[in-house]
């Protein structure tokens, strides 16, 4: 498909997806919206429709926790997704959760900075009307993404290192990655685990793209243990069975505070806030470059109730390319292995992308979800940041790889590294979204 027909595909699959408030993840397996799946749809609506994409950022923020917590669902009025509000309970148990939107109660990574950065840049690209929209979104949403920013610095950074952590795999947005197969193990679901039924195997045809039973009574169960402390952050940090400083959000909570005080500076917010924002920033980035592994040079996560390194490789051993901070040097030698034939060079790649996992690596399973598939989101990510970064032509190539897998025009949310088929959800709005990105 030449790239008119793939944005005009792209277009279509937002368009379908749009209930007329939110984009929908997906047309079927996710009807709701997740917090950053949001993110990357304004990403490309900001490219179709400025007033579209300040929507998207104002229903996402109108599920926003009075605490600053941003959840990583606002529910649409559908019942096709399990767990749902019911199960959640977040506005039962928890007076900072709002009564309406509904919401769950855990979060996801904090990349909505970049998402008003595209907007804020597509308004003032455009017409008088668009700019005035744009401006007066970055006005409105500069305070609740400042507040968001330090919901995190405030309650999920168990060490006091800057390294964040999540309570749930869900929060990293990598459900299923062998780098949360350790800490998931220790945790035992109680034996008055509420019965469930799940929904997603109905939608996703072949079972081996989804999560197992045994991972969700654990993804379940977590969420339990969260209702039943009412989902008070402290308490959840305290006492639940999953505590993992997570490399990947780290460096993207550092990103984002970079990104929200260069608007800040723009949009003539508070300098203490602006200030506080760099401090958090580099404090994070301290703290990946600190998790890096002396043998490998890659990333860690660190698993806090365990007290140990998780020492897994993963796309996320990459994280300080996205957050910055390696010195030349250091730099250059992190993009040659991720340029290496342990990841995007890997001689049986269809596409140089990075997978998930390494095709060289004993967990690699390529049609499995965040266990080794390529998630053309997760390129645009790091292609982003390294344009940023100054990694031009690694930037480059990762585009254009990533184009030329999605070709197809099935939109997919993950694609089979060594055949190209596409996996997961067809017309996955987050792959279309940053498709469009490129193609504008
Ligand atoms: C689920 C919506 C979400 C993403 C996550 C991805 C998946 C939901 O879909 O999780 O029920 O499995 O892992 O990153 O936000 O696209």
Redesign the pocket.
Known sequence: MGSVALASGAAWVLAGNDTGTMVT??PR??PHM????AAFIMVGLAQLDVDRAAREMETLLSGQWADGMIP?IVFSEENG?FPGPDRWQTAVVCEHAPARPHTSGIC?PPVHAIALRKIVDAGRRRSGADRRRAESLLHYSWPRLFAWQRWLATYRDPLGTGLIAVTHG?E?????SPRWDSAYAAVQPGADLPPYVRK?LDKVGDEGE??TDAEYDRYLWLIEEMRRVGYRPDEVVRTGSFLVGDVFMTALFALSCEVLAELGEEGGQPEEQIAQLRRWAARSRAAVLDTRDPVTGLARDYDVRAGQWVSTPSIAGFAPLLCGGLDPQQQAEMLAVLEGPDWMGHPDLVVATPPTVSPSSPHFMPKQ??RGPQWPVISWLFSWAMRRGGMYDTAADIRAETLRLVSDGTFA?YYHPLTGAPLG?LS???TAAVVLDWLY
């Open positions: 993840a997906s397996l996710y997740w917090s950053w799946d990583h997704y996801q869900w990293s947005g990598m459900d299923n997603d989804r999560p979800y965040w949310e959800s996955q709005s987050w």
